[in-house]
Structure formats: structure tokens, C-alpha cells
């Protein structure tokens, strides 16, 4: 079992913070195998609010994957809570949004499409699914009437504790 955290990094615009639509957000992650080093071609999503159950024994896992090269069966679930905020105190740096409990395999990109939350400063308007698929989103705030916006957006994982 590795815990790998999913991190982010933004520049953000007139947005105090920016987060997903826990715990139905799906992640779209490409994968690699760990017994044979196998790589994905394609993006797989994994939604914590869902659960698929394992053949061998009687847990679930949020996402089961046999291997097309080797044939092992690997599993990955998100860790319950492990969801985070970025906000406007983390500009230009990154910060773990979510945390993954990979077995067998081990996420190695990831696509952010729709679902995510920005909230605009000042009280301003909360922007429900946010599309950060071509890394950035523009939009206005009619409220504090101001253009708000994430941009820049980068990501990378990291093994955690």
C-alpha cells in the first residue's frame, strides 16, 4: 500500500478558493503498473462515492484494474477527508488536494475536467462546476464586479505518510 498525494499548483484571480465536488468528483488519472511498469493509453476516473468490489476477497475499492500486459489486478481507493482547498495563500506553490491509496499501481498524470468549485473573493459569487480541462477558466463576478479566473495550473504527485 502507497499513499500517493495528487498536488496542485495556480495562479488565481480575484478566487479565494479553489476545491472539487468531494466526494463525487471523479479523477481522471492515467496509470502505471507496478509489477510491470505498464502505462495506461487511456485516462481512468475513480470516484470515492463509489465502490467496486474486489473478486479475491470481500473489500471494495473505488477502482479495480487488471493490468493489459502482466494481468495483475490492482486497486486504488481515495482516502476518506484527504480532500484539500487551494486558496489564495497558496499561489505559486503546490498543495494536496487529494490523497490516493494505490495498490499495485500508481497514478503517473492527471486530466481535471469539470466538477470543481471556485469561490470568489470578498463574498463574491461561488462558481459551481468549474471546467479546468485546458488548465485555466475565466469568468465574471457580477457581484463585486470584477473578471475572476485560475490560471496556470500544474500538478504533480508525491508519496506521502
Not at 499513499?3 to 465536488?21: F, G, P, R, V
Not at 509489477?35 to 473478486?55: I, N, R, Y
Not at 505559486?92 to 490516493?100: S, Y
Amino acid at each position: 500500500m502507497v499513499k500517493i498525494a495528487l498536488q496542485i499548483k495556480a495562479t488565481l484571480e480575484c478566487i479565494e478558493k479553489l476545491y472539487t465536488n468531494h466526494p463525487h468528483y471523479p479523477w481522471f488519472l492515467k496509470l502505471k503498473c507496478g509489477s510491470c511498469g505498464e502505462v495506461s493509453e487511456k485516462f481512468h476516473d475513480l470516484t470515492e462515492a463509489e465502490k467496486v468490489p474486489q473478486k479475491h476477497n470481500r473489500s471494495e475499492a473505488n477502482l479495480l484494474i487488471k493490468c493489459k500486459l502482466c494481468s495483475r489486478e490492482n486497486s486504488m481507493d481515495v482516502i476518506e477527508g484527504s480532500n484539500g482547498e487551494f486558496t489564495s495563500n497558496d499561489v505559486n506553490k503546490f498543495k494536496t488536494i487529494v490523497i490516493f491509496d494505490c495498490r499495485g499501481i500508481e497514478p503517473i498524470d492527471f486530466e481535471p475536467k469539470s466538477g470543481w468549485i471556485a469561490v470568489a473573493e470578498d463574498n463574491g459569487k461561488t462558481f459551481e462546476d468549474v471546467d479546468l480541462s485546458e488548465k485555466e477558466w475565466v469568468d465574471y463576478d457580477e457581484k463585486n464586479q470584477t473578471s475572476v479566473g485560475v490560471y496556470e495550473l500544474e500538478w504533480q504527485f508525491i508519496k506521502v505518510k
